[in-house]
């Protein structure tokens, strides 16, 4: 059972880390790339870079209100990972 978690998780790490180099690389349709983007985020697998990306991808949108709701998005995803972070350096202290 243990040994094909272990394949699991390396099988994942896999996917997340050619999945974001893809969405990094990505040129298209701003709304398709920030959903991608976005899930990307959601996965537990962001990076500055995804970050960052995301951010510059809104810039993209057309839609003044598709860029506010784009950007309360990220903001809720950035907050939420940096609760993570904070909790995980708690907890090793």
Do not use: H
């Not at 790490?13 to 899930?39: C, F, N, V, W, Y």
């Not at 962001?46 to 839609?63: A, F, M, R």
């Amino acid at each position: 059972m243990q040994e094909q978690k272990n394949e699991l998780l390396e099988l994942r790490s896999q996917i997340a880390a050619q999945a974001k180099q893809l969405t990094l690389d990505s040129t298209g349709d701003p709304d398709a790339r920030l959903q991608i983007l976005m899930e990307v985020i959601r996965s537990g697998e962001s990076t500055l870079d995804i970050y960052k990306t995301t951010y510059e991808v809104i810039q993209q949108l057309s839609d003044d209100d598709d860029k506010v709701s784009a950007m309360l998005g990220l903001i809720y995803e950035i907050d939420k990972d940096i609760a993570v972070q904070g909790a995980n350096t708690d907890s090793n202290q």
